[in-house]
């Protein structure tokens, strides 16, 4: 079916197509805006995760033989009793934050554990170790999910800009160019039946 | 030596052949799986091993090899002469009741479940309480040590006040650690004074290792400095002057490196940055200062001593390596820390 199929060709419906792809226009400039901040931030979230997901794998295998190590040196049994010792637990809030309307989560450390009274030198240390790697782990994940939610974002803006650009946009000019070839068209049948009844009119009075 | 006690040496050197070999230690860690691990078990004294498929397997494990040294020690135990017998009684019953009591107490100070304090307890028979069971319906932690009035451990209810003064359970738990030291040369009075020099070093040692490691940790926590005399009440071959010096220093290599051997070995993980070793080490040490005891005096009881100290390593040693075969850690990493194998 064509794009002009069902379009009246006034000028009041070319007045109200025109308003219509300005309003098109102005929001497609907009979403471009956001396609290019959306880049630049995706941009800015990588460069901070390049290398930071080995960095921290490699602290976390650290942190994972210390506590081997104490497992093996202390037994089961006794590692989880003193861990239960522990009475601040890491408490953390998970909260909303957004950038261009890409709402993603924010993790804030209410509370982090006090390990230095109650264990062992060696489970104190491997988790010393461990909560020394948390923080790095709670911004990993803030940034990682920052990262996927702009860039489905980007993809989805991107995919709306080359929408409007390359098919609504064209078809609304289309539209405007049909009703206006058309109303040419009548106003020159108009001026031609004008021209006519002129020379009819001239020709019975003369 | 009195016929009890031969009969009990004899023994000794009989279930000796019991005990797992270094080789055997080792062939255990190497290998693959868990269901290897239990599959060699199999050829071994502990036999075949069922574990229950619901909960935690390596703790079910850790309760497999605490029962057979139970078994190993009140088989000794029961043979030994009365002086002998009342000693390891206090040896063995006595540091595993302030194990359980160590972990009831931590339980009611993080307030959980009941169910899981009885959970982590050493499965003996209360050694001077009455019953576990009723120092943990105490509700709270200071309930549950008051309720030791009456027993060996009621010296602990003093602890509180400086328990409560730093809102930590450390005092509690020294005070535990010192009375078990305290009751264990206690009853080393009754054994003739020949056999004392053996359980003295490995007492002596396990005290100055636990003695250095509790003052550096308190390096890192410095803002609360307690005092020396408060934290170690029972020193031996590491001194109060050493432990201040530790608890004062940024650079604990020197402080190690000045300490006479074994100390200066056995300590040395501290600052190569291993501290899981140190155990380890301290465990080697007294699975050889056994095995020169038993070497000193192969017909006295010495022997009973070694069997089982080495019983007691062979236990630690499998409850790491179910643990890490039920982790899938790779054998050079479990054998890093084990006693036995070192002796191949």
Do not use: C
């Not at chain 1, 995760?49 to 942190?63: D, Y």
């Not at chain 2, 009890?4 to 052949?17: D, I, T």
């Not at chain 2, 400086?162 to 009751?183: C, T």
């Amino acid at each position: 079916m064509s794009a002009t199929t069902g379009v009246r060709p006034t000028k009041g419906y070319l007045m109200e197509m025109k308003r219509r792809i300005g309003f098109i226009e102005r929001g497609t400039e907009f979403l471009k805006l956001k396609r290019d901040h959306l880049a630049k931030e995706l941009t800015a979230s990588i460069d901070i995760l390049k290398g930071r997901r080995s960095r921290l794998l490699e602290e976390l295998r650290v942190a994972y033989r210390s506590v081997t190590a104490a497992y093996i040196s202390l037994g089961p049994t006794e590692v989880q009793s003193q861990a239960k010792s522990i009475k601040t637990r890491l408490e953390l809030e998970v909260l909303p934050r957004s950038v261009m309307g890409v709402r993603y989560p924010y993790i804030k450390v209410e509370k982090e554990p006090q390990i230095t009274g109650e264990l062992d030198i060696t489970l104190s240390e491997a988790a010393e170790k461990v909560l020394s790697v948390l923080d790095d782990i709670l911004q990993l994940a803030e940034y990682e999910s920052r990262a996927e939610r702009i860039a489905d974002e980007l993809g989805k803006t991107n995919r709306k800009v080359n929408a409007l650009e390359n098919t609504i946009i064209p078809s609304y000019r289309g539209i405007i160019k049909f009703i206006q070839d058309k109303l040419d068209e009548e106003s020159l049948e108009e001026l031609v039946r004008m021209k006519l009844i002129g020379g009819a009119l001239a020709r019975r009075r003369g | 030596m009195s016929p009890g006690l031969s009969y009990v040496v004899v023994r000794s050197h009989a279930m000796m052949a019991d005990l797992l070999t270094p080789e055997q230690m080792r062939a255990l860690a190497d290998g693959e799986s868990l269901e290897v691990f239990v599959e060699q078990l199999v050829d071994t004294p502990y036999g075949e091993i069922s574990i229950a498929t619901d909960g935690d397997t390596s703790i079910a494990l850790e309760k497999v090899f605490y029962q057979k040294f139970i078994e190993r020690m009140k088989g000794i135990v029961d043979l030994a002469p009365t002086e002998v017998g009342d000693f390891l009684l206090s040896y063995y019953y006595l540091r595993f009741e302030v194990i359980n009591l160590k972990r009831i107490i931590r339980g009611k100070y993080s307030s959980i479940p009941t169910s899981q304090i009885v959970e982590s307890i050493i499965p003996i028979t209360p050694y001077k309480v009455e019953s576990y069971e009723e120092i943990m319906e105490g509700e709270t932690f200071q309930e549950a040590v008051r309720r030791l009035e009456g027993t060996p451990y009621e010296s602990l209810i003093s602890s509180l006040a400086l328990s409560e003064k730093y809102d930590a359970l450390w005092p509690v738990e020294i005070a535990l650690s010192y009375l078990s030291a305290r009751e264990i040369f206690k009853s080393l009075e009754r054994l003739p004074q020949s056999d004392r020099g053996l359980v003295r070093r490995i007492v002596q040692a396990e005290a100055d290792v636990e003695n250095f490691l509790v003052a550096a940790k308190q390096r890192s926590s410095r803002e609360s400095a307690h005092s020396p005399e408060e934290m170690f009440p029972a020193t031996f071959g590491i001194g109060l002057d050493i432990l201040s010096e530790v608890m004062a220093s940024d650079d604990l290599r020197t402080v190690i490196q000045g300490l006479n051997p074994p100390y200066n070995e056995i300590l040395a993980p501290l600052y190569e940055g291993d501290v899981a070793l140190i155990r380890s080490r301290l465990r080697q040490h007294i699975y050889d200062i056994a095995k020169r005891g038993r070497a000193v005096d192969d017909f006295g009881f010495n022997v009973v001593m070694a069997y089982l100290i080495f019983s007691e390593i062979e236990k630690d040693d499998l409850v790491g390596i179910a643990w890490g075969k039920t982790q899938g850690i790779a054998a050079e990493d479990i054998l890093k820390y084990l006693a036995i194998p070192f002796f191949i």
